[in-house]
């Protein structure tokens, strides 16, 4: 099943600020928008934003999404170095009838 | 606190089957459907499908339509999700979500994981 393009890889100097992208098409990110989820290595995803752009209880403000058309973006400002992670979207297809995931982008904080 | 606790790790042959566990606890469990989601090593997340605990009604990815069970035992706030016809690429790190939040449903809570290892 078709899922979301993220970009494999961003790297951003501490303190820098961090935009990550996730593309999906008019069924599923242009209609509900996308979830963000964190990854550390060895660890189960964390959701940092949901589709409607709210934050979890306990999400740092650091972290903010948004979207445009069929694009979604997760801006992560004044990188830490616990922000290396993986990062995935995710999002419902109603024309799949199927949840989507995007195949992850690794930020490395330099 | 929401927790969803999986069961161990498994080692299993071709062609067997695995069985894995997620005991929910610190919320109403026929309240939010729950998701499963795997991982193979190195790789991304890949959605599987869906049991609603509180009808027992499941959803599957058409990837694994025939081949998955989702079934639940709200007695115990427990989920199972149940693999067959095992093959060497169902080697992965497997996970139960729970789907919530308030205007749109996100995975907002993960078990650990457990994972499944399918050698001969």
């Known amino acids: 099943q078709a899922g979301l393009t993220q970009p494999p890889s961003v790297s951003k100097g501490l303190r820098q600020t961090a935009t990550l992208t996730c593309a999906g098409n008019?069924?599923?990110?242009?209609?509900?928008?996308a979830a963000w989820l964190q990854q550390h290595q060895g660890h189960p995803p964390k959701l940092l934003s949901y589709r409607n752009n709210n934050r979890p209880s306990g999400i740092s403000e650091r972290f903010s999404a948004s979207r445009s058309g069929n694009t979604a973006s997760l801006t992560i400002t004044g990188l830490q170095p616990e922000d290396e992670a993986d990062y995935y979207c995710?999002?419902?297809?109603?024309?799949?009838?199927?949840?989507?995931f995007g195949g992850g982008t690794k930020l490395t904080v330099l | 606190q929401v927790q969803l606790v999986q069961s161990g790790a498994e080692v299993k042959k071709p062609g067997a089957s695995v069985k894995v566990s997620c005991k929910a606890s610190?919320?109403?469990?026929?309240?939010?459907?729950v998701h499963w989601v795997r991982q193979a090593p190195g790789q991304g997340l890949e959605w599987m499908g869906w049991?609603?605990?509180?009808?027992?009604?499941?959803h599957f990815a058409q990837k694994f339509q025939g081949r998955v069970t989702m079934t639940r035992d709200t007695s115990i706030s427990t989920a199972y999700m149940e693999l067959s016809s095992l093959r060497s690429d169902d080697t992965a790190v497997y996970y139960c979500?729970?789907?919530?939040?308030?205007?749109?449903?996100?995975?907002?809570?993960w078990g650990q994981g457990t994972l499944v290892t399918v050698s001969s």
């Open positions: 049991i609603n605990p509180n009808s027992g009604g499941p």
């Open positions: 995710s999002a419902w297809d109603s024309s799949l009838g199927a949840w989507v």
């Open positions: 979500a729970r789907e919530g939040g308030d205007l749109l449903r996100d995975f907002d809570y």
């Open positions: 008019s069924n599923n990110v242009g209609n509900q928008g």
């Open positions: 610190g919320y109403t469990f026929t309240g939010y459907y």
